[in-house]
């Protein structure tokens, strides 16, 4: 019952297609890590449409409103009959503006060896705030697209302050701001005199660099390892995270978290992958790897850093690789493995 009592209230998705099969593994392994974590299930996406009529169900927001953590899995919107994406509302109803996406190399004989990158961009603001609009020209009704990109002075310093924050918790030496403030001068140029307001007091905590988008893209593929934390704006970032992501293998092992000062919600960067769904293929790695990151961001880091080492162990073995990796380990076997692991 001690153990009981200083479990920490955290909130289970398990989402569409493969998140059930990959949640049953999530759940399992922070059984052998010792339950750090008291979980309510709550359904969100398609699976909670069918059964209860509501894509994000009250009861799964009250769940977070009231544990402000969540690890889900990956949900899927319909397509047509007009809703909106589940995971943009999550984002918005508790303001998750900070999405991290770090880039560890796991399995050896990639592209590049030694790759450990984090990515900060900014979630809420930028070009992606959705104010867009067509101007008729005579009989063209979308004769002109426009959009309007939105950055405010206090978005920027609270990503920037994040990010430096992170560095610092989390170890890292140096914070990299991207930006293109040579063109979009009051956008993003708004965006790097703030950036620059924030490092400024970390001096002799965390070096700061800069870097103009487009350099940095080309010098991210030359020498990745020049870099550490890396953060940017919304658009830059999306795209920048997704390159990191191939410095280390693509999007399949690639966790993420979406933070706010009020809720974090952690998840796997892929898909339903209904392709897959019900035939113990899925690879449940980016999953546990996001539920690493709940543990560093609940200060659980020595928790943390079992699981990595676990899950590292265990996929640098061929026994321990599930399809999409090139091996033929199902699903939960590659759970009853890291449970073995971690039970020692
Ligand atoms: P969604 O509509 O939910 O985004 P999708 O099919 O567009 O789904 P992903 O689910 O990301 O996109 O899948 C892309 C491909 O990668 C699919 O072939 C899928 O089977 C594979 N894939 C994605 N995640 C995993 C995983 N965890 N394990 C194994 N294969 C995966
Ligand atoms: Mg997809």
């Not at 008291?38 to 059964?51: D, F, K, M, V, Y």
């Not at 999550?90 to 503006?97: C, G, M, P, S, V």
């Not at 920027?156 to 302050?161: H, K, L, P, W, Y």
């Not at 293998?249 to 933070?259: D, Q, R, T």
Request: aromatic share 6%.
């Amino acid at each position: 019952t001690t153990a009981s009592r200083n479990k920490i209230p955290a909130t289970l998705i398990p989402g569409d297609g493969i998140g059930p099969e990959i949640v049953d593994v999530v759940e399992r392994v922070f059984d052998a890590l010792g339950s750090p974590y008291e979980w309510e299930r709550r359904q969100a996406g398609l699976n909670a449409l069918e059964q209860g009529g509501d894509l994000l169900p009250e009861a799964t927001l009250d769940s977070i409103r009231r544990t402000g953590l969540a690890l889900k899995g990956p949900l899927t919107t319909p397509v047509g009959g007009g809703f909106r994406s589940v995971n943009v509302r999550l984002r918005e109803a508790f303001q998750l503006y900070a999405n991290v996406r770090p880039a560890r190399t796991i399995i050896p004989g990639g592209r590049y060896e030694n790759i450990d990158l984090v990515l900060v961009r900014e979630n809420l603001e930028g070009l992606y705030v959705g104010h867009e609009h067509y101007v008729p020209i005579d009989d063209d009704p979308h004769a002109v697209a426009m959009a309007t990109g939105i950055n405010t002075r206090a978005g920027s310093r609270r990503i920037a302050q994040f990010a430096f924050d992170y560095a610092v918790r989390n170890r890292r030496r140096k914070v990299t701001i991207v930006h293109k403030a040579n063109v979009l001068k009051a956008l993003t140029g708004l965006f790097l005199e703030t950036a620059r307001q924030v490092a400024s007091g970390y001096e002799g905590r965390v070096e700061v660099d800069e870097r103009i988008v487009d350099a940095c893209a080309m010098q991210l593929v030359l020498n990745p390892w020049q870099f550490d934390v890396i953060v940017s704006t919304n658009l830059f970032g999306d795209i920048l995270s997704d390159q990191i992501a191939g410095l280390v293998g693509g999007l399949g092992m690639a966790p993420g978290a979406n933070i706010g000062d009020k809720a974090a919600i952690f998840e796997a960067v892929h898909g339903s992958a209904p392709d897959i769904a019900g035939q113990g293929k899925a690879n449940p790695s980016a999953l546990l790897l996001a539920g690493a990151l709940m543990l560093d961001h609940s200060g659980l880091f020595n928790e943390a850093q079992r699981l990595r080492a676990a899950i590292d162990a265990v996929l640098a073995t061929d026994s321990g690789r599930t399809h999409d990796l090139g091996g033929s380990v199902s699903t939960s076997a590659f759970g009853d493995l890291l449970t073995e692991r971690l039970r020692g």
